[in-house]
Every structure is written in structure tokens, then in C-alpha cells.
Antibody, heavy 120, light 112 residues
Framework: QVQLQESGPGLVKPSQTLSLTCTVS??????????WSWIRQHPGKGLEWIGY???????YYNPSLKSRVTISVDTSKNQFSLKLSSVTAADTAVYYC????????????WGQGTLVTVSS | DIVMTQTPLSSPVTLGQPASISCRSS???????????LSWLQQRPGQPPRLLIY???NRFSGVPDRFSGSGAGTDFTLKISRVEAEDVGVYYC?????????FGGGTKVEIK
């Protein structure tokens, strides 16, 4: 079974860049057929799709965040990463990495999530 | 973006009784390939979301058969035939027919 695990700083200062990494086990990012996603959830709120990447490096970002988001992949480490620049308190959220199946059009596996707080 | 609207916001249910959640999209979710990419997720307290149903009515691996999905076009429903204590949580619908993926606001299922 595929497992995903987020890692990265839990506290980021305003105007700095949030950086998270997702490590995938139980399956290879390079096998294709899936998009590797980042989704966030503001405290006590709903879900917001940030973007995803294919193993080839093709990326797709939510237009609402596109100017600040970069998602990259390292197939040798079976990891993918998120960078969100110029963060503010409004970016405080639980960040999830997940697998999005192209054929089924659904997110079938999620990481446990990591809380990132933006504060000085 | 497609707006996903869920009702009710909260659903208090007696154990063993059915529950029903509605999800309405601002545009048809029928993709040009003929599929409808509407899924349902469950988020138990303190847990990440978990996939229950995909493409309207397909149960994901390991999901109990008391969960069922139905609908077409812009109107969709998740039904729990007999609510159990472990079903407490927030349920979300999500669409992947049109970029970007969007989610409903969530429906909280709680025990009366």
C-alpha cells in the first residue's frame, strides 16, 4: 500500500518561503499514471488544492496560488516537494501531500499532514 | 472554478439510522471523455481525509458497503445506510472534471 509522509519546518516567518517534502513509500513516483499533489486545510476549515506534478516534471498549479507555488520531483529519492513563497498568516494551514489517480480522477492516498504556522 | 455546495452543514444522526449528504456543482461534472469525476472523502477528527467513493458511485478498497454514492450532472448524494460510531466526521465532495480541482465545504456527521 502506498504511504506518503510530509516533512519540513512547522514554523515559517512572514515573507519567507515555506518548503515541504513528501516521501512516498510502497510505490514508485516514476511508475506513472498518477499526479502527486499538495492540498492544504486552514485550521477548522475546508480543503484547498494547491497543485500537482507528474513524474516527468509537468506541473499544474491552482491559479489562485500559481504566482507563489513551485512543486518539484526527485524520482531518485521517490520524493516531491512544495515551495510557497512570500507567505503570510493566511498561509497557516495543515499541508497534505497526496496521490491523485489520473484514470479514476480521484485522490486515493493521503499523507498524515503537517501543520505549518506563519508567524514572526 | 466549479463551486461545490454541500448540504446540510451538519447532520445529527441516531446510531443505526441512515444519513444522506447532498453535493451540488455549479456546472455539469460530465467530462468530455464521458466520465464524471466526482468523489467523496471522509475526514475523521484529527485524521487526514480518506477516499470513500470515486466516479460518483465506486467504493474505494476497504470501504464498507453501507456507504453509497449516486447522482449525475450537477447533483450528487452520499448515503450511509446505517450510521455507526466510527462514521463521525466531516464529509467532503470533490470534483476533478474541470481544472482546478475543487472541494465542497464539508458536512459534519455527528451522533445525536
Amino acid at each position: 500500500q502506498v504511504q506518503l509522509q510530509e516533512s519540513g519546518p512547522g514554523l515559517v516567518k512572514p515573507s519567507q518561503t515555506l518548503s515541504l517534502t513528501c516521501t512516498v513509500s510502497g510505490g514508485s513516483i516514476s511508475s506513472g499514471g498518477y499526479y502527486w499533489s499538495w492540498i492544504r486545510q486552514h485550521p477548522g476549515k475546508g480543503l484547498e488544492w494547491i497543485g500537482y506534478i507528474y513524474y516527468s516534471g509537468s506541473t499544474y498549479y491552482n491559479p489562485s496560488l500559481k504566482s507563489r507555488v513551485t512543486i518539484s520531483v526527485d524520482t531518485s529519492k521517490n520524493q516531491f516537494s512544495l515551495k510557497l513563497s512570500s507567505v503570510t498568516a493566511a498561509d497557516t494551514a495543515v499541508y497534505y501531500c497526496a496521490r491523485d489517480g489520473a484514470a479514476a480522477g480521484t485522490i486515493d492516498y493521503w499523507g498524515q499532514g503537517t501543520l505549518v504556522t506563519v508567524s514572526s | 472554478d466549479i463551486v461545490m455546495t454541500q448540504t446540510p452543514l451538519s447532520s445529527p444522526v441516531t446510531l443505526g439510522q441512515p444519513a444522506s449528504i447532498s453535493c451540488r456543482s455549479s456546472q455539469s461534472l460530465v467530462h468530455s471523455d464521458g466520465n464524471t469525476y466526482l468523489s467523496w472523502l471522509q475526514q475523521r477528527p484529527g485524521q487526514p481525509p480518506r477516499l470513500l467513493i470515486y466516479k460518483i458511485s465506486n467504493r474505494f478498497s476497504g470501504v464498507p458497503d453501507r456507504f453509497s454514492g449516486s447522482g449525475a450532472g450537477t447533483d450528487f448524494t452520499l448515503k450511509i445506510s446505517r450510521v455507526e460510531a466510527e462514521d463521525v466526521g466531516v464529509y467532503y465532495c470533490t470534483q476533478a472534471t474541470q481544472f482546478p480541482r475543487t472541494f465542497g465545504g464539508g458536512t459534519k456527521v455527528e451522533i445525536k
